[in-house]
């Protein structure tokens, strides 16, 4: 896809610089005061605030706490979402920021107090630039992408109309990530997150005493073997070069040391990126537990949940974000590898196509080194400039392209 490059980037890269210090400022705000998901209220009600401030049409209460502001452009053109995820995460966070959170065990720990910032600095931008734009520029500010059990965010604001009334053309998406280096942003055409999934094993045996495990059907020894044999999925079972991943990550079982107790239950996450492969690991993972249950005497109920879809850049839009950021000064672009974890993005990407791309924070000098989700997770401020520049000139650029 060839864009028509907007001559301002260095102009662009300016107004987010010396607007730096009201996003870092934000972005410190939302972290004191974190929500979990579709408890965003505070956060949703300073993103309608600003944006009401800057002239945007804004609409709240989009699937549950969202907030969606619309922009109009000088002419009719092309409708480009750009989208910020608000939700913090039960972890607790040590004290010793200025900001640190003021909330016990709720933590901005996955930087979407950063997506929140950067978005509202693009807004800003943006709303200087309206004699710029063609078509609408729309902000998604979404609650609940960590809360895959409760089908996330992304799902809701899609049923509730906010790809709707303009419909959108093209969506795009900033994660921050402790993967990359500081300033460096990472992007790949087509499949660039898993697909997530979730597995509940019940193993049913027949308890007794300790020493006498033969008249027992003992659910431990069983649920051990089980989740031995559920590597042989990756291992033995999937094609090698197909990522995969079967993770049990929770086991409960038991209450004291003499005593072979009825069940078992495991819990696990599995990871795909290809629908081939999230269906074999879907069909492997029951028949699995249940031939190996029925091995030792045991009985296996599985339920299987399907969470996130995998996370599909559109190749052709993602190689002309590719060619904006590259055009971003102080920062460099590489193509990212495909990660395992999971996106309700993808969501957005079903609908209409877009790019989801990555902005490193590592930065060791700082001490920016704990992996997102950590309670020692840090972010770089020094990049937020360089988000919100790179959102605003994607919106930009893609304003002068045609209706897809
Ligand atoms: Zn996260
Ligand atoms: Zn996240």
């Known amino acids: 896809m060839q864009l028509r490059r907007f001559s301002h980037t260095n102009h662009i890269l300016d107004e987010a610089a010396s607007i730096e210090s009201q996003i870092i400022a934000t972005r410190r705000r939302i972290h004191s005061n974190p929500e979990l998901a579709f408890e965003e209220k505070e956060t949703a009600a300073l993103v309608a605030k600003e944006l009401r401030r800057l002239g945007y049409r804004v609409k709240t209460g989009v699937g549950g706490t969202g907030v969606v502001g619309t922009l109009e452009g000088r002419v009719p053109g092309p409708v480009t979402a750009l989208r910020a995820d608000m939700d913090a995460l039960p972890v607790a966070e040590p004290p010793g920021l200025s900001f640190s959170s003021r909330k016990d065990g709720v933590m901005h720990a996955c930087g979407h107090d950063s997506h929140v910032a950067m978005l509202l600095g693009a807004a800003a931008i943006l709303s200087k630039h309206r004699a710029d734009l063609r078509g609408e520029v729309k902000l998604l500010f979404q609650p609940a992408e960590e809360a895959a059990e409760l089908g996330g965010g992304a799902r809701r604001m899609i049923a509730d109309g906010a790809l709707e009334d303009p419909d959108v053309d093209h969506i795009f998406g900033l994660h921050i990530l402790s993967n990359f280096p500081s300033g460096t942003f990472a992007l790949r055409p087509g499949p660039s997150m898993a697909a997530s999934g979730t597995f509940t094993i019940r193993v049913k045996g027949k308890g007794g005493h300790g020493s006498a495990p033969h008249q027992t059907v003992d659910p431990i020894f069983t649920a051990a073997q089980v989740i031995n044999a559920l590597q042989g999925i990756k291992g033995r079972m999937i094609d090698p070069v197909e990522p995969s991943v079967v993770s049990v990550c929770s086991v409960h079982s038991g209450t004291r040391n003499n005593i072979i107790p009825d069940e078992a239950v495991l819990e696990g996450t599995m990871r795909t990126l290809s629908e081939p492969s ?48 590259r055009s971003v000064p102080g920062t460099s672009t590489i193509e990212a590898p495909p990660l395992m974890i999971a996106e309700d993005f993808s969501f957005f990407l079903r609908e209409v196509p877009g790019t989801y791309y990555f902005l490193g924070t590592r930065n060791e000098r700082k001490g920016c080194v704990y992996p997102n989700h950590s309670s020692r997770f840090k972010i770089d401020e020094d990049v937020l400039k360089y988000g919100a520049a790179s959102l605003a000139l994607v919106a930009l650029e893609f304003s002068r392209k045609g209706k897809r």
């Open 278 to 325: 999230r269906k074999r690991v879907a069909a492997l993972v029951p028949r699995i537990a249940k031939s190996v249950c029925k091995t030792f005497g045991a009985e296996a109920e599985v339920e299987m949940e399907q969470a996130y879809p995998v996370t599909l850049n559109d190749p052709s839009t993602t190689e002309a974000v590719a060619g904006i950021l």
